[in-house]
């Protein structure tokens, strides 16, 4: 079992930069990888990028490749999203996940186990 507690959202302008995080709780968090999901109201959710079990090797989705930033603290057990340059098509809620028994670079949200209740992120132009 694990529980996934997600903060850091809030409302930032067009340009602003925002860091989510992610704090883990239950199983040994370097035993698993994590990633970051969104959901814009009236969308599916989508996969924005994983992080595997040590930090060392994360998978982006192409659009979001260089404006936002994953890491881990296996020490805090959190993972964290650095997003920067923020544009209001950023807008939705945020999750985080936990891929306990899946293939690294997972994309699907099918393909994790535990998620958080999510932080909403609202970027005004």
């Known amino acids: 079992q694990v529980q996934l507690v997600e903060s850091g959202g809030g409302l930032v302008q067009a340009g602003g930069s925002l860091r989510l995080s992610c704090a883990a709780s239950?199983?040994?968090?370097?035993?698993?990888?994590m990633g970051w999901f969104r959901q814009a109201p009236g969308k599916e959710r989508e996969f924005v990028v994983c992080?595997?079990?040590?930090?060392?090797?994360?998978y982006y989705a192409d659009s979001m490749k260089g404006r936002f930033t994953i890491s881990r603290d296996n020490a805090k057990n959190t993972v964290y999203l650095q997003m920067n340059s923020l544009k209001p098509e950023d807008t939705a809620v945020y999750y985080c996940?936990?891929?306990?028994?899946?293939?690294?670079?997972?994309?699907?949200?099918?393909?994790?186990?535990?998620w958080g209740q999510g932080t909403q992120v609202f970027v005004s132009s």
């Open positions: 992080i595997s079990r040590s930090g060392g090797i994360t």
């Open positions: 239950g199983r040994t968090f370097s035993s698993y990888t």
């Open positions: 996940a936990a891929n306990i028994f899946g293939g690294w670079g997972a994309k699907r949200p099918n393909d994790y186990d535990y």
